[in-house]
């Protein structure tokens, strides 16, 4: 594709879901200079490259309950790549999910725009936390919580970094805003 068409080499990405996501981290270890970003879902590989692809901005995600591909396999990878010094690697399990956990990645509010922004060579760094969080019960008997982010937090990296509210390890809700 490369050969014919005019690409640009700092914004080749790569993806997969189960068997892909094995063969996802075999590429970022294989070919640790072609990538700008990577994700794998459900998937999994050796912890022993992970230093090999410390330096891309990698998500992994898998759930808790899969019984086709352990867990573990996607813990030990970021855990791994952790280790190796890795500092763009984000790790989302979904609680009480099986192997299907594509769909939950699939509606991560954030990932398209996460995954395409990225630049080979560059990254999106996490966060400063919230501040004044506050939480209360509005008119309607339910939870409000309101928090501020972080000052200097571009319109970008809003689209990019998310808030979820959990209770009891339920997700709630995945929001791109300061309400709830």
Not at 22 to 50: E, K, M, Q, R, V
């Amino acid at each position: 594709v490369r050969k014919c068409y005019s690409i640009d080499p700092d914004k080749i990405h790569i993806c997969g879901t189960s068997m892909g996501g094995f063969g996802t981290l075999n590429a970022l270890a294989n070919h640790p200079d072609l990538f700008a970003s990577a994700y794998a879902i459900c998937g999994g590989g050796d912890p022993a490259t992970a230093s090999l692809m410390k330096n891309i901005p990698l998500w992994i995600f898998h759930g808790s309950d899969d019984q086709t591909v352990p867990v573990a396999q996607s813990r030990n990878m970021y855990q791994a790549v952790l280790e190796a010094g890795g500092t763009h690697v984000r790790y989302t399990e979904y609680p009480g999910v099986g192997h299907n956990s594509w769909e939950n990645a699939g509606k991560e509010a954030t990932l398209d725009f996460w995954f395409l922004s990225q630049i080979k060579g560059s990254s999106h760094n996490a966060p400063d936390p919230v501040s004044s969080l506050q939480c209360g019960i509005n008119g309607q008997n339910e939870p409000q919580i309101e928090w501020t982010v972080p000052e200097g937090v571009s319109t970008g990296d809003k689209l990019i970094w998310c808030y979820r509210i959990y209770r009891n390890n339920e997700l709630l809700e995945t929001l791109n805003n300061d309400i709830f």
